[in-house]
């Protein structure tokens, strides 16, 4: 119940096309479902975030899709750049309750653009 | 910018040595992580912190301790280092309780010969 299953684990795209990764999950108390960019030797800083209140939030070329009845949701890429080459993480937590919440990362995919 | 700093950026030790990892963080946060990240794995938790003295397991705590006894500084310990713990290992912070956004150091590659 506390995984977050994360497909596919690379992909190539040319330039100007989109990036699409997936991720789901199978807790339904997570509240939360950010998305984490990592680029080679550097830590994975935050990208993007949704809650699952809407159903989908963009932020330039970068939009989250997310569907609850599904408990799916994933990264969309418009007009892929070689400079957006990286590895992609969708994490998911759950708030409330006092406690420290913990982000669950799914495995990560590795994404190049192709010039 | 928030800086968490990872003062090894790369070490090899051998089977059976005490490591020390050490994590320093300049944004007065609560809460301090310790992260594995292996190929095909993710990012798995090991530890973490929300306060000084204070930890708590993560989903791999198994071969490691922690330390926190300033706020700004998180210590990840391998008591006996074996090969399996070779990885990269990523600390990280966040402002409170509800961590909805991690600030990541550079990571610190261990080789455990």
């Known amino acids: 119940q506390q995984q977050v299953k994360q497909s596919p684990q690379s992909l190539i795209v040319q330039k100007g096309g989109i990036s699409i990764i997936n991720c789901a999950y199978e807790?339904?108390?997570?509240?939360?479902f950010p998305w984490y960019q990592q680029f080679p030797g550097k830590g994975p800083a935050l990208l993007i975030a949704?809650?699952?209140?809407?159903s989908e939030k963009k932020e330039g070329r970068f939009t989250i899709s997310f569907n609850k009845s599904a408990k799916q949701f994933s990264l969309h890429i418009m007009d892929s750049q070689p400079g957006d080459s990286a590895t992609y993480f969708c994490?998911?937590?759950?708030?409330?309750?006092?406690?420290?919440?913990?982000?669950?990362f799914g495995t990560g995919t590795l994404l190049a653009v192709q010039p | 910018d928030v800086k968490v700093t990872q003062s090894s950026r790369y070490l090899v030790k051998r089977t059976g040595e005490k490591v020390f990892l050490e994590c320093v963080q300049d944004?007065?946060?609560?809460?301090m992580f310790w992260y594995r990240q292996d190929p095909g794995l993710g990012l798995r938790l090991i530890y973490f912190?929300?306060?000084?003295?204070?930890?708590e397991k993560g989903d791999i705590p198994e071969g490691y301790s922690v330390s926190r006894e300033k706020k700004e500084r998180f210590s990840l310990i391998l008591e006996s280092a074996s090969t399996n713990q070779t990885s990269m290992y990523l600390c990280?912070?966040?402002?409170?309780?509800?961590?909805?956004?991690?600030?990541f150091g550079e990571g610190s590659r261990l080789t455990v010969l």
């Open positions: 990280a912070s966040s402002f409170d309780r509800t961590a909805r956004e991690l600030f």
């Open positions: 994490a998911a937590s759950r708030g409330g309750g006092g406690a420290t919440n913990k982000l669950i």
């Open positions: 949704i809650r699952p209140d809407v």
């Open positions: 912190s929300y306060d000084v003295k204070m930890k």
């Open positions: 807790n339904t108390a997570f509240d939360y």
């Open positions: 944004m007065d946060h609560e809460n």
